[in-house]
């Protein structure tokens, strides 16, 4: 007797509705969720850049920061109740708006964009744990180094290098394939332990000597002529730049607030955005000026202000605070890459393939792909321009926004039929056209092109910071006039 093929399905543990028992988020977690956000060395590094290097108002860019965060706020909200309500990760409640086979091959963009950014910021997390390697085998043996096995170079890294790649894709796999009730504790832990570092480096630059470090931070605060309205332009520049910073996290937030308790503790985690926004700033303009003021006490550092943490601390003639602050970074990289790219990848992709993937078999995937962007990053994707692509790629995450919310509050009025979601029948609410609405598909389009234009088109670049906006508006209202019974 033969046996039969699984039946295919549209149904995944992993994409169903949150367990009302794990609906145990509150504002708190999202408060670490938002503050592991800001923690990245990209984020280190603009917010500083923002106050130090373009010799703006210190005003113009904080309104201006508090402005792009209440946009992340805002959209945020939108994107996370219809989440928070059903239970349902972003790429599920797509099927709503693109029908079941659109929500397929539409939203495995974000796992290309997800597991690319990955890969590349797993190979410089990788980078501070051969920093690691080497300072251990210094402080063991300094002559081990000069071997002739470790300046054996392969696609521009030796054996240390290879090392320290291999172990932060074992290890991130190993910790972010465990569940969200295990992320979530990770995301906090995360969270608190950056800011301990921050706190800790902070009294540690103060207390070398107080009133010197006091003198350097307030002598980098430009205070004069706020009230100018040649500011303005300035404060919408800061505030797209801000809001750009965060707008891949925006698209699949629902994948998050599916664990909220309820609406109020979304809308108050959301606003902690600005709170971590404000204290984080404080913390890294506060060390960056401490240690930019005792730098240039020597002439050989007058050159430049530093505004990268690696940079920092390359600087530094202090083991233990090189030591110490690796560890923070990587600490920080590691679980921005778990809320950025891994998890969202990770449900993007078992909705590609829901009968056949789990949680863990994702992750491998993921891992293998992470593995190979990171061995060939330096050497041969970083000198192709491959990051125009992945933005060109991005350029979809508005107009999928757009569509989606025009879909839930203005097509639907917040109703979802839950059971049809996961329907392959042809009389399937979400069926439309074998899978695809091709309404939806019209309006992803004509966002996009607005969307990708910002990208291309040289004239059009001055608006890149907002071309998320673009496309969600554009594809939004198309959206609606197809849609419109």
Avoid at 136 to 144: A, D, M, T, V
Avoid at 273 to 293: C, H, Q, R, Y
């Amino acid at each position: 007797m033969s046996q039969q093929k699984p039946k295919k399905t549209l149904i995944n543990w992993d994409l169903v509705t949150v367990n009302p028992n794990d609906k145990n988020w509150d504002w708190k977690d999202l408060f670490c969720f938002w503050g592991i956000n800001i923690q990245s060395i990209i984020g280190f590094s603009l917010i500083v850049s923002l106050y130090l290097i373009y010799s703006l108002n210190t005003f113009v860019v904080f309104f201006g920061t508090i402005l792009g965060s209440l946009l992340v706020y805002f959209f945020s909200n939108l994107i996370g109740k219809p989440s928070q309500k059903f239970g349902l990760p972003f790429v599920v409640l797509l099927r709503s708006s693109l029908g079941f086979r659109g929500a397929k091959y539409f939203g495995l963009i974000r796992f290309l964009v997800g597991v690319f950014l990955f890969g590349i910021q797993t190979y410089f997390l990788s980078k501070a744990f051969g920093y690691l390697i080497r300072i251990s085998i210094f402080y063991f043996n300094p002559s081990l180094l000069d071997q002739e096995l470790f300046i054996i170079f392969l696609l521009g890294m030796n054996i240390i290098d290879w090392v320290a790649l291999i172990i932060s894709i074992f290890l991130q796999v190993f910790l972010f394939s465990r569940g969200m009730n295990f992320n979530r504790k990770l995301i906090n832990i995360s969270a608190l332990t950056v800011y301990f570092g921050m706190i800790l480096f902070f009294f540690s630059v103060l207390l070398s000597d107080v009133k010197f470090t006091s003198s350097a931070f307030l002598n980098v605060l430009d205070l004069s002529n706020f009230i100018d309205i040649n500011n303005l332009g300035p404060i919408i520049t800061v505030a797209g730049t801000t809001f750009a910073y965060f707008v891949i996290i925006i698209l699949s937030f629902g994948d998050f607030s599916r664990y909220v308790k309820n609406e109020s503790e979304l809308k108050k985690g959301n606003f902690s955005l600005i709170l971590n926004l404000i204290i984080f700033t404080a913390f890294a303009l506060f060390i960056v000026s401490g240690v930019d003021a005792f730098l240039k006490q020597n002439p050989e550092n007058l050159s430049r202000i530093l505004t990268n943490p690696m940079d920092i601390i390359g600087k530094l003639d202090d083991l233990l605070i090189t030591v110490l602050a690796l560890c923070f970074i990587i600490v920080a990289s590691a679980s921005t890459n778990l809320i950025a790219n891994f998890i969202p990848s990770q449900y993007t992709l078992i909705n590609f393939a829901p009968s056949s993937l789990t949680l863990k078999s994702a992750s491998y995937i993921i891992a293998f792909f992470g593995l190979i962007i990171g061995i060939f990053w330096l050497t041969y994707l970083s000198q192709i321009g491959i990051l125009s692509f992945i933005d060109t790629f991005g350029a979809f995450f508005g107009p999928l926004f757009g569509i989606m919310i025009s879909d839930y509050y203005f097509i639907r009025n917040g109703k979802l039929n839950n059971k049809d979601i996961y329907s392959l029948e042809s009389n399937g609410e979400y069926y439309y056209s074998a899978g695809w609405h091709l309404k939806g598909v019209y309006s992803l389009i004509i966002g996009f092109i607005f969307s990708s234009s910002t990208i291309w088109n040289s004239n059009l670049m001055f608006l890149q910071s907002y071309s998320w906006v673009i496309g969600a508006f554009i594809s939004s209202f198309v959206y609606y006039l197809l849609a419109r019974k």
